[in-house]
């Protein structure tokens, strides 16, 4: 089993649709958890961190299941500036650092 | 932004050549990181620095030599590498709490490695 699992997709939603990725991760010890995204051929930028209690930013809603190990990010009113590859990404429970990343999660917006 | 820089930008390289890619972090952070994006995978994670400190190698070839002389400069020694190394190369920084995982990570541009 991979350690965080996304559906790559491509997610090809309209302009002004609502879309939500979901992703889950094995290690039930780990700490902290975040969104990324990554633009085609640029590196990946922190979109936010996952907390249990969920939260949102502007357009964007993180929830996080501790028990079902299970994270989802929400993007309402989707724009065509939000195409990219979303990334879910989970902290070790090591003291190291050290990142897990999915291997990502496509979206296209289109007209 | 240039918080996190990387030379160079792309790099071709033959099998018995010997390079060094470059990370340099303007952001006043303790901790860095090499990751490996290859197509159609996750970026994997081959070196973590703490304050100049080798804290991770997740069982990387020895193809691979880490340096970090200082908290801003990290590099990345490259001889005898195979074509399957061809990749993405990113660096990153974060502060370096070490509290598993919590510390953002802003990443260079990365070098795009091309092993012919």
């Known amino acids: 089993r991979k350690e965080v699992e996304q559906d790559p997709g491509p997610f090809n939603v309209p302009e002004g649709a609502t879309v939500a990725f979901n992703c889950t991760y094995s290690n039930s010890a780990s700490q902290s958890f975040f969104w990324y995204r990554q633009d085609c051929r640029k590196e990946p930028k922190l979109l936010m961190s996952?907390?249990?209690s969920g939260n949102e930013d502007g357009r964007f809603t993180a929830q996080l299941n501790r028990a079902s190990q299970y994270i989802s990010l929400l993007i309402r009113d989707s724009k065509l500036s939000d195409s990219a590859t979303y990334l879910c990404?989970?902290?070790?429970?090591?003291?190291?650092?050290?990142?897990?990343f999915g291997q990502g999660t496509t979206l296209q917006v289109k007209p | 932004e240039t918080g996190v820089t990387q030379t160079p930008r792309h790099l071709v390289m033959g099998m018995t050549n010997k390079k060094s890619l470059k990370c340099e972090q303007h952001?006043?952070?303790?901790?860095m990181y090499w990751y490996k994006q290859s197509a159609k995978k996750p970026l994997e994670l081959m070196f973590v620095?703490?304050?100049?400190?080798?804290?991770e190698n997740n069982s990387v070839p020895s193809r691979f030599s880490p340096e970090c002389p200082n908290s801003s400069h990290l590099f990345l020694h490259l001889h005898t590498l195979q074509p399957e190394d061809s990749a993405l190369y990113l660096c990153?920084?974060?502060?370096?709490?070490?509290?598993?995982?919590?510390?953002?990570?802003?990443f260079g541009p990365g070098t795009r490695l091309t092993v012919l």
């Open positions: 952001l006043g952070h303790n901790a």
């Open positions: 620095y703490n304050f100049k400190e080798q804290t």
């Open positions: 996952v907390y249990s």
């Open positions: 990404v989970v902290g070790s429970s090591s003291n190291t650092g050290k990142l897990i």
């Open positions: 990153a920084s974060s502060q370096g709490r070490g509290v598993g995982g919590t510390d953002t990570q802003y």
